[in-house]
DNA sequence: TTAATCTTTAGAGTTAACTCTAAGTCAAGA
DNA sequence: TCTTGACTTAGAGTTAACTCTAAAGATTAA
C-alpha cells in the first residue's frame, strides 16, 4: 500500500507544495512514481520524511539534509560520515537548549517585571521591588 | 558615554550592516544621533539589544519585535499587551524545547544505529540488534 | 460518462532577514 | 594637514524556504 503526495503530506505536516519542492530539491531520491507518473509515498518514505523534519526541525539547512540523503543512497561506506553529522546536529540542539535556557530566564525576568508594573499601572518597579534590579543586571551583564 | 555601531555591534555579536538594518525596519527608535550625524548607542541602547537578540533568538519575528518596542515607546498604557507577549513568548519557548526534546531521542537514536554500523561496516543493525528495531519503531510511531 | 478533485510540470512570485555597494562624510593618529 | 578607517544614506542583490499559478493529465464517486 502507498500514499499519494496528498495524503503523505497531511501524515507529516506539510503541504503538497513543500513536498514537491523537496523533490526538486533532490531531497526525495527514494520516492518512486506509478506508471502513470504519480508520486508513490511508501511507509518507509514517511519514515524518511520524519527523519527530514527531525533535522529541518532542528535547524539544518537543506542542503546539508540533502547531503545526508545523498551519503544514504551511496552505501555503506559513507556511514562514518553520516554517523558524524548526527553527532554534530546533537552537539548543535544541546548548545541550542542552552542558549533557549537563558532566553527563558529573561522571558521570566520580564514577565516578573510586567506583571509588577501591569498591577500597579506604572512602570516604577523597581522603586518597589530592587531586588528585581539586581536580578535584570545578573541577566543582563555578558 | 556611549558606543559607535561597529562598537554597539561587536558587544551583542552582530554586525553594522545587521544594526542599520534593524533601524531601517524600526527596531531602534531609542538610538540617538551625535549632532553629526553618528548613531550613538547607550549603555541602555545596548540592553534593548539583547531584549531584541532574547526574542529573535527564541524565534519572534522582526515584525512583532517591532510592535513590542512600539508598545514600549507607547507608554504605560501597553503594559498589559506587553506582558501578555512575554507570557506567549514564554509559551512558545517551553513548546519548542519539548519538540527538540523528541528530536534529540531520534538524533540519539540515529547515533546508536550508525555506530552499530560503523563497527560492523555495513547496515545490517537490526539483525545484531534486535532491541534497536523495537526503539525505532516507538520513535517514529506518530 | 461525467464532474469534481487530485496530481503533474515548469516556472514565477513571495517573505524574512540579511548583505553588500557606492558615493560621500566624519574622526583619530602621525 | 593628511591619511586611514569607520561612519552615513539609498538602494540593489542574495539566500533559504517556501508558495503559488497555469495548463494538462489521472482518479474517484455518482
Known amino acids: 500500500m502507498s500514499y499519494s503526495i496528498g495524503e503523505a503530506a497531511k501524515m507529516v505536516g ?7 519542492f523537496y523533490d526538486k530539491e533532490g ?7 506509478t506508471s502513470s507518473g504519480l508520486r ?3 511507509e518507509s518514505d514517511i519514515e524518511w520524511l520524519k527523519i527530514i523534519e527531525c533535522l529541518k526541525g532542528t535547524g539544518l539547512p537543506l542542503k546539508q539534509i540533502k547531503q545526508y540523503i545523498d551519503w544514504c543512497m551511496e552505501g555503506d561506506t559513507t556511514i562514518p560520515q553520516r554517523l558524524n ?3 554534530e546536529q546533537k552537539k548543535h ?3 541550542q537548549k542552552a542558549k533557549w535556557e537563558k532566553h527563558l530566564e529573561k522571558i521570566n ?3 516578573k517585571y ?3 508594573a501591569a498591577q500597579h499601572g506604572n512602570l516604577n518597579v523597581f522603586e518597589r521591588n530592587p531586588k528585581l534590579l539586581e536580578e535584570k543586571k545578573r541577566l543582563f551583564k555578558d
Chains 1, 2 share one sequence.
Open 14 to 20: 506539510l503541504t503538497a507544495h513543500t513536498l514537491r
Open 27 to 33: 531531497l526525495l531520491p527514494f520516492v518512486k512514481k
Open 40 to 42: 508513490a509515498f511508501t
Open 85 to 87: 553529522m548526527f553527532i
Open 93 to 95: 540542539v544541546e548548545e
Open 109 to 111: 525576568f520580564k514577565i
Open 114 to 116: 510586567y506583571e509588577d
